[in-house]
């Protein structure tokens, strides 16, 4: 007990100790990989395009994807730093990792302890690192802006809703957040739901008046989706909101879904202790007698841990679906701390688990020397030998060299897109085959091939298998194995032109 009054009160009278603090874990648990080209496949594609966007190329026109444009603006600042590209990107994914991990503990600290809010934030980076967190994934930059928006509210909770006025105004803070994070990442809106809705019922306790909150929810709405109609006007204004409205909404509900079983039970486990602490949380607080506004900001954590799983039910429980819930979950984390004896005893086993299971993680994704060597191979090939490069496959390197990032066979560079099952379809042509065709037509000097063409796995579509046989003839008839490659039974690899 005394140790815990010591350190609330270090905590209390050095307020930079914890975020240093935290700042040096985050720094321990994600250095590894810091300047890496090759931690990320989607990460890279991010920064190609924010580098291209650079250079006045437009997404969904020139470069086609589904993600919103304010992604890809995210990334592009880091392209100024050149060389140092990745260094850049990592750093940034890191000071926002950092960010979070700091709202955190301002968050958790005044409903649960300084200890427990500290633990939360340092829980925060293991959660990561066990769930493809551990470098510059998107939602490590957009957890910051809608915890930042539940904190305008759960900073104020009492007071707003005897305060219209500073109810207005929290309220479109927190939407404008929710608005940016919208524009990084569709799939947080029914978080912004939930938020926009126990604003609502903030008001109509308040106000009592159809017309004020039929008028403060016009408010919310629109600086929600003020980003995302900024963005689609612009493509009005250019002519090409077809392409816009197409990537945006029609192509989402073309998409294939898969749902592999091993996923969801991950997020039933995650669920399921959610429930257990937020059941022994509850009990904690009434039987200490704990204030009101305790007792009412864990109601109010635990419906935006029930919004945030709804969007799970609708894609899938990936893990890169996973990363946005761990926010709510390092909250939860601070409340189980104070259960008493056992929610120590729980919770300090959960760190330990966590920690584990983020460093085994993380370690498997640590880039190898070898494929270091093995990049940095292929781009003094490229360089000596310049030209074009069709990537097929997993692996994103189309900035590898100046002429490989600027020489465009294709609206539909994404390595993931043309020979993905899923995306069969999705992608506004007629045929992915045919595209494919136009590509090889114009003989890039350079192909990427990640999916295993000849080694298919079983259950793959016709059309992928379509795909792999026309890929097949062209690499035997036309290609040879790079210098820089390994011969694999799959076909894997960068194959030259003869």
């Not at 190329?57 to 919103?68: A, E, F, G, M, T």
């Not at 510059?136 to 219209?164: H, I, Q, S, T």
């Not at 086993?349 to 093995?374: K, P, Q, V, W």
Request: hydrophobic share 50%; charged share 15%.
């Amino acid at each position: 007990m005394n140790h815990l009054t010591f350190a609330e009160k270090l905590t209390a009278k050095s307020p930079w100790l914890v975020p240093l603090l935290l700042l040096a874990w985050a720094i321990l648990l994600r250095f590894p990989n810091f300047g890496s080209p090759i931690v990320d496949a989607d990460q890279n594609w991010f920064l190609y395009v924010g580098g291209q966007m650079l250079h006045g190329s437009l997404p969904y026109v020139d470069l086609w994807d589904r993600k919103p444009i304010g992604l890809f603006l995210l990334y592009a600042p880091f392209n100024f730093f050149g060389e140092y590209r990745f260094w850049a990107m990592e750093l940034g994914a890191t000071f926002f990792a950092w960010a979070t991990s700091c709202l955190i503990y301002r968050i958790a600290a005044p409903l649960t302890s300084r200890i427990a809010g500290f633990l939360a934030g340092l829980i925060y980076f293991p959660f990561l690192n066990s769930f493809t967190g551990y470098s510059a994934r998107e939602a490590v930059f957009y957890n910051l802006f809608v915890l930042g928006a539940f904190a305008l509210v759960l900073f104020r909770l009492d007071k707003l809703k005897e305060n219209p006025a500073l109810l207005l105004r929290i309220g479109m803070e927190a939407m404008l957040l929710f608005g940016l994070a919208l524009d990084l990442k569709t799939s947080v809106v029914f978080e912004g739901i939930y938020l926009g809705c126990v604003l609502l019922f903030f008001c109509w306790k308040s106000q009592k008046s159809i017309v004020k909150l039929f008028g403060f929810c016009t408010l919310w709405v629109s600086c929600a989706l003020l980003p995302t109609v900024l963005s689609a006007l612009f493509y009005v204004f250019i002519g090409h909101w077809n392409d816009w409205y197409f990537a945006n909404v029609i192509s989402f509900f073309q998409q294939g879904q898969s749902r592999p079983i091993e996923p969801i039970l991950r997020w039933c486990i995650v669920m399921a202790f959610s429930l257990i602490i937020i059941l022994l949380a509850n009990q904690n607080l009434r039987k200490t007698n704990a204030s009101k506004i305790k007792r009412e900001s864990l109601l109010f954590i635990a419906g935006w841990a029930f919004a945030a799983t709804l969007i799970i039910a609708i894609v899938g429980a990936s893990k890169r679906f996973t990363i946005p819930y761990f926010p709510i979950l390092c909250l939860l984390f601070a409340f189980l701390w104070e259960v008493e004896r056992i929610g120590k005893i729980i919770a300090g086993c959960t760190f330990i688990i966590i920690c584990l299971i983020g460093l085994y993680t993380f370690n498997l994704h640590i880039t190898s020397a070898e494929d270091l060597n093995r990049y940095y191979a292929r781009k003094l090939l490229m360089t000596e030998h310049p030209g074009c490069l069709l990537e097929y496959g997993e692996e994103e390197i189309q900035d590898i060299t100046e002429t490989t990032a600027t020489c465009r066979l294709t609206r539909y560079p994404y390595p993931n897109h043309l020979g993905e099952p899923r995306e069969q379809g999705a992608l506004g042509l007629k045929s992915e085959l045919d595209e494919i065709k136009h590509i090889i037509a114009q003989q890039p000097r350079y192909i990427s091939i990640s999916f295993p063409i000849l080694k298919p796995e079983e259950g793959t579509p016709p059309a992928i298998l379509e795909q792999y046989a026309y890929l097949t003839n062209v690499l035997k008839a036309h290609y040879h194995l790079a210098r820089t490659e390994k011969f694999n039974a799959a076909g894997k690899g960068l194959y030259e032109h003869n």
